[in-house]
């Protein structure tokens, strides 16, 4: 990347699953430098502690002191970091640690409700644990099947308010981990949370433009539907920039597909599509409208030449 593209500096970003101490220390070396998602979870006691210990939190527009212990009204709209000097087992790295009380308080909706659910999973109950989801709510259910005395018992399930209150220690905080010593946490943050950006490009391929799975074995036909996948992927966000991000990904290809016409005794064609708001900012962007009563065959071709005079 460095010499094909004659970047002064690459920098490693991912989330925690890619984080790992060899990735870091691979992406430390040379003109490369790493920003990575951290677990809070999975970090040790000492930073474990110091991480979820609210005290020390600066507000980032100011970098002022804040005690969230005991916050103001005021204090509800803004973001908090602090750092924390942290050293793994080959490298020393910054441990940026972020709180958002609007994400605190949004967190905490979401599992009150989960907790709603898990009771009435223990009223009537069905209980079933799905593993692999980290959202379900049997999770704050725990069991019970031994007496007192060791001895053999029914298993007996109930709401854990320990689940719960271990869970809700970690509300509304973030940690990213990284080797960039002297730059500015905001411009940490901000090369950080652009990365969603690129893991919605990831998810419009697989769900929208149907890059997996695939259903191919030759090589030079699997780079052809990958090829085709990201070229579609990019006239989108053209189209998207367009339509100035008015539109969800679902929205305009749904309108897209159905923007059809009925040939009318090889006279020209009528438009089969209802119009919309998108559908009139579809053609203002575009240069020319298909949304007439009656389109005919010379003005359909007028409106061709000027959708190849857009590419």
């Known amino acids: 990347m460095l010499q094909d593209f004659g970047c002064q500096m690459f920098i490693y970003c991912s989330d925690a699953g890619l984080a790992s101490e060899d990735n870091r220390v691979f992406n430390h070396m040379g003109e490369r430098a ?12 000492e930073y474990r502690k110091a991480a979820l210990d609210l005290k020390g939190f600066r507000r980032i527009s100011d970098n002022k002191f804040v005690d969230l212990t005991n916050p103001s009204e005021c204090d509800h709209d803004s973001l908090y970091f602090k750092e924390i000097p942290y050293t793994s ?3 020393y790295q910054r441990l940026i640690i972020t709180y958002s009380p609007k994400y605190a308080a949004y967190q905490k909706s979401l599992r009150e409700a989960q907790i709603e ?3 009435k999973m223990l009223k009537c109950g069905a209980i079933k644990r799905v593993k692999k989801n980290p959202t379900d709510p049997a999770r704050f259910i725990d069991k019970i099947s031994a007496t007192q005395d060791g001895e053999i018992a029914d298993t007996h399930y109930f ?3 320990d689940k719960i209150d271990e869970e809700a220690q970690y509300d509304g905080l973030y940690a990213v981990c990284t080797d ?6 905001g411009e940490i943050l901000k090369i950080s949370e652009g990365r969603w950006q690129i893991e919605e490009c990831f998810r419009i391929m697989k769900t929208e433009f149907g890059a997996r799975p695939v259903y191919l074995s030759r090589n030079d036909r699997i ?8 070229v579609s992927l990019i006239i989108f966000r053209y189209l998207e920039k367009e339509l100035k991000k008015s539109y969800t990904c679902s929205q305009i290809l749904e309108t897209l597909k159905e923007i059809r016409f009925a040939d009318i005794e090889e006279q020209g064609f009528m438009p089969t599509y209802t119009r919309t708001p998108l559908t009139d900012s579809l053609h ?28």
Not at 223 to 230: D, G, M, N, V
Not at 286 to 296: E, K, N, P, V
Request: charge should be positive; aromatic fraction near 10%.
């Open 89 to 91: 087992k080959h490298l």
């Open 117 to 119: 659910r898990a009771k």
């Open 284 to 311: 203002e962007c575009c240069g020319f409208r298909t949304d007439y009563q009656f389109i005919s065959k010379s003005k359909m071709k007028t409106i061709e030449k000027l959708s190849k005079g857009r590419k």
């Open 34 to 45: 790493f920003i990575v998602t951290q677990s809070i979870k999975k970090l040790k006691d």
């Open 223 to 230: 780079k052809a539907h990958f090829l085709i996948c990201f």
């Open 159 to 161: 709401l854990s308010t």
């Open 180 to 185: 960039l010593l002297d730059d500015p946490v």
